[in-house]
């Protein structure tokens, strides 16, 4: 009688015992509802609150105006500066009150027409109109100083068309802002927000839970099962991943309905590449907590390598090319960076496929590392 | 009491400091983050991209064009020679500008009329958009203003005389570098005094320290000190780091500047003892640290104006501890600002970190019950 070959029951039972893990896994999220509160109300609150409280654009600018002898051509240029959205001028009297105004805050800058001002002008000498600066932060400084001089050139205009005269400037600059026409800039902060929060979120996510598994020996619960190692890994990625991409579609749907940022690329290559994303944060993670196996130290390092780096060095805020070489080569270690740069694209200039595949291949490599070093880590053995 | 609280303090520093895990923890970051961050933190271009596309033969574009060659801010990467190649250079982001001359160009300036230069900007991030065009801007009038000069254009009738106080040369470094002492002080506290009671809860420990002769406010006290201690080491390191290494001036009065910093770290040890006092496990009090943390980040002017945000938001940032002390790191640094110069921001601090401490007292208390 021939002896029939009995297939090999663990191999049989692989499937049912990752499904057993998944459901394991799926049990333990709906049970603690902490881990759905950071995939869904974390990032809800996160980007309403980096959203709004993260701009660059510097409205109602306080500026001090001193005219210290008032003349009709003197208020002509004082009235440039009331008329721009972006500059909310205060009149002071003397050039010492304003700059005592400046010492003390309240105002951001100084625009200073000496008593000789109308003379000059119409001597036809160059006048010279002081402008004084808080530059302590030199970025709203810069800002401040483009719109006194878009000011300045609106009144150059109107003062040649009062004369009779056409001014002629030789070179004329005619500006075309591609992608975002009137330079908002939450347009680029919220998907470069988004980056930012999916990668604390799938980090922190990860990195507790496992730990936590870890320190309450629930770990070596599950190693004594026949689950091998890699299916204890899959249970905990695929569950989590989906509450990811749970989390991601709603701050999709909040940049674009709540912050009014358009999206001109496809929706899907957007979720293709988010996953990719989400999957290498998730594996961070993962690699954290086997590495650390202690909830303490767990969290402190995710907080510690995950937030401050994606908020600094990803390129969501500060430009990555302004960046000293050094410097730029440790951004090439973050996920986040490739992100950052994919979805500013998808989000404000559609589908440039140069852009997506190369910073996707990228992301491709995170995931292979970190879930290789997980699988390295977690190994079916107590020591 | 003394002798108590001694005792109290030594076998905090010890439980922080003795682990080397830990240990790595609180020191090393700190300072790697203090030179990476103090590097990449900057809102300053300089080596911007840029293509031209010239469809003008004449001298006067090729001594425009010459202008932006010799800035330091502009490295032309690449020549073009057509309108549908603009496109790609900027969406594969290639180049951040393009500069595009029309074939008119110097037949206008030689009849005396205006001359446009198109500067097509890629707009993906709003900020460097907006500084690229001031930097063209300020190429295009020394041009116009030297060809006027040449050419008999007549002059304008006034002219801008721009001067920048406490940071002439507008380094936004300056302004983002004194930001990380309160950032990683805030950080190193938090992660310090967060968890300090929820590890002992867990461990067990805590319940021993409850039977021992020591007043609650001394287990206060023991557990705050620590944090101070170890805060004041951390921020001294770092601000030596700012001046010798980093060379941003530091003009104010040094007694401001650590009045400012023991407030400081009144109130936000302070609030990391809130958050351990009300904390059962070490995850939630870690979470508890982080959701304060973040917010506390962007709620403090650190890396954009508060100016800028919605009312409602700049109300919200007056409880935030980091707020006043990034006012006062910033003036003391590059304003030369004095003691008294910075009481409106002393006393808030001094407030929020008296109403937490006497909080977290109260919920120990409480928890002791």
Redesign the interface.
């Known amino acids: 009688m021939p002896i029939l070959r009995k297939p090999d029951p663990a191999r049989r039972a692989a499937p049912m015992r990752l499904r057993g893990m998944l459901r394991k896994e799926a049990r333990q999220i709906i049970r603690d509802p ?1 881990s759905i509160a950071i995939a869904f109300v974390l990032p809800v609150l ?1 980007l309403l ?2 959203g ?10 306080p500026l001090g105006i001193v005219v210290e002898s008032p003349s009709p051509e003197a208020a002509a ?1 004082a009235g440039a500066f009331e008329q721009s959205a972006y500059l909310s001028p205060q009149r002071f009297g003397t050039i010492q009150e304003a700059e005592l105004a ?3 805050h309240r105002v951001d800058g100084i625009v200073w027409l000496r008593s000789d ?1 109308e003379e ?2 119409l001597a ?20 401040i ?2 719109y ?2 878009g000011a ?1 050139l609106s009144w ?1 205009q109107h ?2 068309a009062a004369q009779g005269v056409e001014q ?14 009137e ?3 939450q ?2 902060l919220v998907p470069g927000l988004i980056a930012v929060i999916m990668t ?1 979120i799938g980090a ?1 996510l990860t990195a ?1 839970v496992v730990a ?1 598994e870890w320190e309450r020996g629930t770990m070596e619960a599950l190693m004594v099962t026949p689950v091998t190692a890699k299916e204890i890994l899959l249970g905990k990625l695929l569950p989590y991943f989906m509450l990811g991409i749970g989390g991601l579609a709603l701050s999709v749907g909040m940049a674009v309905w709540q912050f009014n940022v358009p999206l001109k690329g496809s929706l899907p290559i957007l979720f293709i590449s988010s996953s990719l994303f989400l999957i290498a944060s998730l594996g961070m993670g993962l690699t954290i907590s086997t590495v ?1 196996r ?4 767990a ?3 995710a ?2 390598v995950t ?2 780096p994606a ?3 990803s390129g969501f ?3 990555i ?4 070489r ?2 730029q080569i ?2 090439y270690l973050l996920p986040a960076r490739y992100y950052v ?1 994919i979805l ?2 998808i989000f ?2 559609g589908n ?1 496929w ?2 997506i595949l190369l910073n996707s291949l990228a992301l491709i490599l995170f995931c292979a590392f970190f879930l290789g070093v997980a699988r390295k880590r977690t190994v079916k053995r107590l020591d | 009491m003394w002798t108590h609280l001694k005792a109290l303090i030594i076998k905090e520093l010890l439980a922080v400091l003795k682990d080397k ?2 240990r790595l ?1 609180l020191i090393a ?1 700190p300072l790697i ?1 203090l030179i ?2 103090g ?9 911007i ?1 840029y293509a031209v596309l010239n469809e003008d033969r004449g001298a006067a574009s090729r001594e ?1 064009l010459a202008r932006f060659e010799h800035s330091e801010t502009f490295d032309c990467i690449a020549q073009l020679d057509g309108d549908a190649q603009i496109a790609p250079e ?4 290639r180049v ?1 500008l393009i500069l595009r001359i029309p074939s008119d160009f110097s037949r206008k ?1 030689a009849l ?20 690229i ?2 930097d ?2 300020s190429v ?2 020394s ?2 203003t030297s ?2 000069n040449e ?1 008999g ?1 007549g ?14 040369n ?3 470094r ?2 983002i570098v004194p930001g990380i002492v309160g ?1 990683l002080t805030l ?1 190193v506290t938090l ?1 310090i005094t967060a ?1 300090s009671v929820a ?1 002992e809860r867990e461990a067990g420990t805590f319940d021993q320290l409850l039977v021992t002769p020591l007043h609650p406010s001394e287990i206060l006290l023991g557990k705050a000190l620590p944090a101070v201690i170890i805060g004041l080491m951390e921020a001294t390191v770092i601000i030596l780091i700012i001046v010798f290494w980093f060379k941003v001036p530091l003009l104010g009065s040094l007694l401001a500047l650590y009045i400012g910093l023991l407030l400081f770290l009144l109130s936000s040890i302070g609030v990391g003892l809130m958050i351990s006092s009300l904390a059962v496990t ?2 939630q009090g ?2 508890g ?2 959701l304060f ?3 506390a ?3 403090s002017g650190f ?3 508060i ?4 009312a409602l ?1 700049q109300k919200l940032t007056l409880i935030n501890p980091l707020r006043y002390f990034l006012v006062i790191l ?1 003036g003391v640094f ?2 030369g600002a004095s003691v008294g ?1 910075l009481w409106p921001q002393f006393w808030p601090m001094a407030l929020i970190g008296v109403i937490c401490m006497v909080m977290a007292g109260k919920l120990f208390r409480h928890r002791m019950a």
């Open positions: 902490s996160l609150l980096f709004y409280g993260i701009s660059l654009d510097a409205k109602h600018v240029f400046l010492i003390t001002f000059k002008l036809g000498a160059e006048a010279p109109i002081g402008v004084i600066i808080n530059g302590v932060d030199a970025n709203t400084a810069h800002i100083e483009g006194v001089n300045w150059l003062h040649a002629t400037l030789p070179v004329q600059l005619q500006q075309r802002i591609w992608f975002n026409a330079l908002r800039s347009n680029f604390l922190l507790m936590r650390a202690n909830q303490f130290v969290g402190q390092v907080i510690i937030f401050l908020f600094m060095l805020i500060f430009d090319n302004s960046m000293p050094a410097i440790v951004t740069s500013q694209t404000l200039a440039v140069k852009v | 895990k830990s923890v970051p983050q990476v961050f590097y990449a933190a900057t809102y300053d271009l300089n080596h991209r425009l900027i969406d594969n982001k951040l300036l005396g009329q205006s001359a446009s230069l198109q500067a097509n900007v890629d707009g993906r991030n709003s900020n460097t958009a907006m500084l065009l001031n063209v801007q295009v009038s041009f116009n060809w006027m050419h254009g002059t304008l009738p006034a002219r801008l005389a721009v001067r920048s106080w406490y940071n002439p507008l380094v936004s300056w302004f950032l950080l992660l968890l590890r070490q995850q870690l979470l640290a982080f943390f973040v917010p980040i962007i709620l890396s954009t104006p100016a800028n945000m919605p938001l910033r590059l304003e110069l």
